[in-house]
Protein backbone atom coordinates (compact mmCIF):
# COMPACT_ATOMS: atom_id res chain seq x y z
CA UNK A 1 0.00 0.00 0.00
CA UNK A 2 1.68 3.77 -1.07
CA UNK A 3 -0.07 7.02 -0.09
CA UNK A 4 1.14 9.57 -2.12
CA UNK A 5 0.77 13.20 -1.47
CA UNK A 6 0.75 16.20 -3.67
CA UNK A 7 0.11 19.68 -3.68
CA UNK A 8 2.19 21.01 -1.02
CA UNK A 9 4.01 24.63 -1.98
CA UNK A 10 4.71 28.00 -0.90
CA UNK A 11 2.31 30.42 -0.53
CA UNK A 12 1.91 34.34 1.23
CA UNK A 13 0.06 34.44 4.42
CA UNK A 14 -3.53 34.86 3.37
CA UNK A 15 -3.69 32.49 0.72
CA UNK A 16 -4.75 29.29 -0.11
CA UNK A 17 -3.26 25.34 -0.92
CA UNK A 18 -5.01 22.30 -1.70
CA UNK A 19 -3.38 19.11 -0.99
CA UNK A 20 -4.27 15.54 -2.46
CA UNK A 21 -3.54 12.20 -1.29
CA UNK A 22 -4.45 8.72 -3.36
CA UNK A 23 -3.85 5.55 -1.80
CA UNK A 24 -3.51 2.55 -3.89
CA UNK A 25 -2.20 -1.33 -3.32
CA UNK A 26 -3.89 -3.92 -2.65
CA UNK A 27 -6.54 -2.30 -0.39
CA UNK A 28 -9.84 -3.88 0.52
CA UNK A 29 -11.09 -1.32 2.72
CA UNK A 30 -10.57 1.89 3.63
CA UNK A 31 -11.93 3.38 6.89
CA UNK A 32 -10.66 6.90 8.19
CA UNK A 33 -7.97 9.13 6.81
CA UNK A 34 -6.72 12.02 6.91
CA UNK A 35 -3.86 14.73 7.60
CA UNK A 36 -1.73 15.40 10.38
CA UNK A 37 1.04 18.20 10.17
CA UNK A 38 4.21 18.64 11.73
CA UNK A 39 6.57 21.83 12.07
CA UNK A 40 10.23 22.03 13.08
CA UNK A 41 10.90 21.23 16.59
CA UNK A 42 6.97 20.51 16.98
CA UNK A 43 4.93 17.19 17.77
CA UNK A 44 3.23 15.97 15.01
CA UNK A 45 -0.85 16.96 15.44
CA UNK A 46 -3.47 16.17 14.07
CA UNK A 47 -5.32 18.55 11.38
CA UNK A 48 -8.13 17.39 10.42
CA UNK A 49 -9.87 13.44 9.86
CA UNK A 50 -12.83 12.05 7.91
CA UNK A 51 -14.18 8.99 8.32
CA UNK A 52 -15.90 6.40 5.78
CA UNK A 53 -19.23 7.80 6.89
CA UNK A 54 -18.23 11.74 6.43
CA UNK A 55 -18.26 12.55 9.26
CA UNK A 56 -15.19 14.99 10.07
CA UNK A 57 -13.09 16.72 12.81
CA UNK A 58 -10.64 19.20 13.16
CA UNK A 59 -7.74 20.68 14.71
CA UNK A 60 -9.24 24.23 16.90
CA UNK A 61 -6.73 25.86 14.80
CA UNK A 62 -7.91 25.27 11.40
CA UNK A 63 -11.21 25.38 12.39
CA UNK A 64 -13.21 27.07 9.43
CA UNK A 65 -10.09 27.70 7.40
CA UNK A 66 -9.57 24.09 5.99
CA UNK A 67 -11.55 21.79 4.58
CA UNK A 68 -10.92 17.63 4.18
CA UNK A 69 -12.66 15.73 1.79
CA UNK A 70 -12.11 12.40 0.04
CA UNK A 71 -13.30 10.12 -2.92
CA UNK A 72 -13.86 6.79 -1.44
CA UNK A 73 -14.51 4.89 -4.39
CA UNK A 74 -10.87 6.44 -5.88
CA UNK A 75 -9.27 6.17 -1.73
CA UNK A 76 -8.33 9.58 -2.70
CA UNK A 77 -8.77 12.42 0.11
CA UNK A 78 -8.55 16.34 -0.10
CA UNK A 79 -7.16 19.43 2.43
CA UNK A 80 -8.44 22.66 0.83
CA UNK A 81 -6.21 25.07 2.95
CA UNK A 82 -8.03 28.98 3.03
CA UNK A 83 -6.46 32.07 5.13
CA UNK A 84 -3.51 30.27 5.00
CA UNK A 85 -1.02 31.61 8.07
CA UNK A 86 2.49 31.29 8.87
CA UNK A 87 2.06 29.18 11.86
CA UNK A 88 0.46 27.02 9.30
CA UNK A 89 4.25 25.93 7.81
CA UNK A 90 5.00 22.60 7.98
CA UNK A 91 5.31 19.29 6.33
CA UNK A 92 1.73 17.79 5.71
CA UNK A 93 1.37 13.82 5.79
CA UNK A 94 -1.60 11.84 4.85
CA UNK A 95 -2.74 8.92 6.53
CA UNK A 96 -5.45 6.32 6.01
CA UNK A 97 -6.78 3.73 8.09
CA UNK A 98 -6.95 0.48 6.07
CA UNK A 99 -7.67 -3.35 5.60
CA UNK A 100 -5.43 -5.25 3.02
CA UNK A 101 -7.46 -8.16 3.53
CA UNK A 102 -8.06 -9.49 7.43
CA UNK A 103 -5.78 -6.94 9.09
CA UNK A 104 -6.40 -3.47 9.54
CA UNK A 105 -3.41 -1.05 9.94
CA UNK A 106 -2.67 2.47 9.98
CA UNK A 107 -0.91 3.83 6.79
CA UNK A 108 1.41 7.23 6.01
CA UNK A 109 2.43 8.98 2.99
CA UNK A 110 6.02 10.51 2.57
CA UNK A 111 4.99 14.51 3.26
CA UNK A 112 4.45 17.32 1.58
CA UNK A 113 6.23 20.93 2.42
CA UNK A 114 3.83 23.87 3.10
CA UNK A 115 5.02 27.09 3.85
CA UNK A 116 3.69 29.94 4.06
CA UNK A 117 5.58 33.38 4.30
CA UNK A 118 4.22 36.22 6.30
Not at 54 to 83: C, E, H, W
Not at 88 to 103: E, K, M, N, P, Q
Request: net charge positive; glycine share 12%; charged share 15%.
Amino acid sequence: VQLVESGGGLVQAGGSLRLSCVASGSIRSTYAMGWYRQAPGKQRELVAVITSGGSTNYADSVKGRFTISRDSAKNTVSLQMNSLKPEDTAVYYCTAHLSTGYLRDDYWGQGTQVTVSS
